[in-house]
C-alpha cells in the first residue's frame, strides 16, 4: 500500500534535501555528507506525460542520497569543465604573449598580465599602497592583486632555485586563474542553495559562455562570489553576516551594495524593518573597517579609483559610447557622471514603484536582478567581464534556459564585436579586414534589447506569479518544510502586505492567499 499524498511529498523533500535550520523553511540541495533513509516515492519510469515527478535515475539510491554522484559533485565537474574550455581559449594568449592586436583576434585578452607591469607590480607587490600608485581599482582588488603578486614573486624565486623557467607575469596570471575558478565553483554552489527544490538551474551558472569567455579578464568573480554568499546568510537570517559579506563585495565592486536596495524595497512593503537595519549597519561599519586604515594612512592611493570613475569618459559598450560615437559627440565626465547617476537613480525608483504596486510580493532576486540590470544599462562603462554581474541573478529571477541562452548569444556576439573593434585601429590592416564600426554599434545594441527584454520578462512574471517558475515549483509541492514564495526571502518570505501602491483588496486572507 502506497503511503498517502502528504507523506509522498514530505519524504520526496526530505530525500531531495536537508531543511535548513532557524526559524525560515528553506530547503538546502542535497549533499554527499547527508545520509537520509527516507522512502523514496519516484516510480522507476515515469507514469504519466504529466507527471510532476521525475522517475528514479539509474545511479539513484533509493532512500539514500550518500553517493558520489550528489547534485554539488555534477555541479563542480561541469564548473571545473567549462573552465577548462576556458584555459584553451586563453592558451594563445598564454603561449604566445598579450600582444596587441593578437590579445583581441584571439579573444584572450586579461587585464592582470597589462596591470602587472603598467601598475608595478613587476617591481613591487604591493604597488597599489604606495603614495605614487596609480592602481585604478578598489581597496579589496588592491589587496587581491597585491597577495597574489606577491605569492607570484615567491613561486618565482623557488622556481628559479630549481632550475625552472617560470615567468613571474605567467605565474601571476596562472594563480589569478585558480582563485577565479575556486570563486566560481563557489558561487555555482551557492546559486545551488539559493534555488532550494529547483538547484539544478545552478548549471546555467557552471556551464555560462559569459564565464568561460569573459571570467578570466579581472577581478569581478571576487564580487560576484561576495554578493551571492550575502544572499545566503541572508536566507539563512544572518543578518549580520549578510552585511559583512555585502561591504565586503563592496570593497570589490559596487554592485553588491545593491543588495541592500532590494530588501528595503522588502521592507517597506511587509514593515519588517528588524533584517534591513541590521544589514545595512553591518554593511556600512564592514566597508568602514575595510576603507579607513587606507583613507587615513595614504587617502591619495585610496582615492585614485573613485578620482578615476568620476572624470573617466564614456566607456566601451556603454549607451553613452555608443550615442556619442554615433553621432560624433564629447561627453565631459563630470556631465557623464551626472547624467549616468540620475538616470540609475530614476531606474530604482521605478523599480521600487514596481516592487510595491504588484499584486504579490516580488521575490529577493527579481528585485535585485533588476536593479544590477539597471546599472548595467546606463552606468559609463560596460566591459565584457560585467556580464558576470548578472549570470547568477538571472538564474535566480529567472530560471529559463530559453532566456539563458538568448542572453548567452547575444553576449557572445558582443563580445567578439568589442575586441574587433578595439583590434581595428592598431592592426593596420586594410579597413575591409576590420569590423565596420557599425556592426560594433549593433552589438551593443543588441546587449541593450537583450537586457531590457530580460528585465521585462522578470517584471513580468512579478505582476503575474502564476508565470514565475519558482513560486509555481513552491506552490505545487505544497509542503510545509518549503518556503511560502521565496527561497531567498527569509524574513519577507511569506511575509503579508503591509504598505503598497495599490488598492489592497477586499476579499478575506483566505480566499486571497494564492498567487492570482
Known amino acids: 500500500m502506497s503511503p498517502p499524498p502528504d507523506q509522498q511529498n514530505h519524504d520526496l523533500l526530505l530525500d531531495l534535501g536537508d531543511v535548513g535550520s532557524g526559524s525560515g523553511r528553506l530547503l538546502l540541495m ?141 605565474v601571476f596570471y596562472d594563480l589569478n586563474f585558480l582563485a577565479i575558478l575556486a570563486l566560481w565553483i563557489g558561487t555555482v554552489l551557492i546559486v545551488a542553495k539559493l534555488a532550494g527544490i529547483r538547484y539544478w538551474v545552478a548549471s546555467m551558472v557552471a556551464v555560462a559562455p559569459g564565464i568561460i569567455f569573459a571570467g578570466f579578464i579581472n577581478w569581478d568573480m571576487w564580487a560576484v562570489a561576495s554578493m551571492v554568499a550575502a544572499m545566503w546568510a541572508f536566507a539563512k537570517h544572518r543578518n549580520v553576516w549578510a552585511g559583512v559579506l555585502i561591504g565586503l563585495g563592496t570593497a570589490v565592486k559596487v554592485f553588491p551594495l545593491f543588495l541592500v536596495g532590494a530588501i528595503l524595497v522588502l521592507a517597506i512593503r511587509t514593515a519588517r524593518y528588524y533584517p534591513l537595519l541590521i544589514t545595512a549597519a553591518a554593511t556600512a561599519v564592514t ?49 557623464l557622471s551626472s547624467l549616468a547617476f540620475w538616470s540609475f537613480f530614476i531606474l530604482c525608483a521605478i523599480i521600487a514603484v514596481i516592487g510595491l504596486t504588484t499584486k504579490h510580493r516580488p521575490r529577493l532576486a527579481q528585485l535585485m536582478f533588476l536593479i544590477v540590470a539597471a546599472f548595467i544599462l546606463v552606468n559609463k562603462v560596460y566591459s565584457p567581464q560585467f556580464v558576470l554581474w548578472i549570470i547568477p541573478l538571472l538564474v535566480l529571477a529567472l530560471p529559463n534556459w530559453r532566456d539563458f541562452l538568448i542572453f548567452s548569444a547575444v553576449e557572445l556576439l558582443h563580445f567578439w564585436a568589442i575586441w574587433a573593434y578595439l583590434a581595428g585601429p592598431i592592426s593596420e590592416y586594410d579597413v575591409q579586414h576590420q569590423l565596420d564600426e557599425k556592426l560594433y554599434l549593433l552589438a551593443v545594441a543588441g546587449h541593450v534589447v537583450v537586457l531590457i527584454y530580460l528585465m521585462l520578462r522578470v517584471i513580468m512574471d512579478m505582476y503575474d506569479p502564476n508565470q514565475d517558475r519558482v513560486r509555481n515549483s513552491l506552490r505545487h509541492a505544497d509542503s510545509q518544510l518549503l ?22 483588496s477586499k476579499r478575506p486572507a483566505a480566499a486571497n492567499s494564492g498567487l492570482d
Open 287 to 335: 566597508w568602514l573597517l575595510v576603507n579607513l586604515p587606507m583613507m587615513l594612512l595614504n587617502p591619495g592611493a585610496w582615492g585614485v579609483f573613485y578620482e578615476f570613475s568620476s572624470d573617466r569618459p564614456p566607456g566601451w559598450s556603454s549607451i553613452w559610447h555608443t550615442y556619442a560615437t554615433a553621432t560624433d559627440t564629447e561627453i565631459p565626465g563630470q556631465l
Open 30 to 170: 542535497a549533499s554527499r555528507s547527508d545520509d537520509l533513509t527516507a522512502v523514496d516515492p519516484r516510480p522507476e519510469t515515469a507514469t504519466t506525460h504529466h507527471s510532476r515527478i521525475a522517475p528514479r535515475g539509474k545511479h539513484t539510491l533509493p532512500g539514500r542520497i550518500r553517493t558520489f554522484f550528489a547534485p554539488g559533485h555534477i555541479l563542480i565537474i561541469l564548473t571545473v569543465g567549462a573552465a577548462l574550455i576556458a584555459a584553451l581559449l586563453k592558451s594563445p594568449c598564454r603561449i604566445r604573449g598579450w600582444g596587441a592586436p593578437e590579445v583581441y583576434f584571439g579573444g584572450c585578452y586579461s587585464d592582470w598580465t597589462g596591470l602587472w607591469t603598467s601598475r608595478g607590480f613587476a617591481s613591487d607587490p604591493w604597488a597599489p599602497f604606495r603614495t605614487d600608485s596609480a592602481f585604478e581599482y578598489p581597496i579589496l582588488i588592491a589587496v587581491v592583486a597585491s597577495l597574489i603578486a606577491w605569492l607570484a614573486h615567491g613561486l618565482t624565486r623557488v622556481s628559479e632555485i630549481l632550475g625552472i623557467d617560470a615567468g613571474a607575469n605567467l
Open 483 to 504: 518556503p511560502d514564495d521565496d527561497p531567498s526571502g527569509a524574513e519577507f518570505d511569506g511575509a503579508p502586505d503591509r504598505f503598497v501602491l495599490r488598492k489592497r
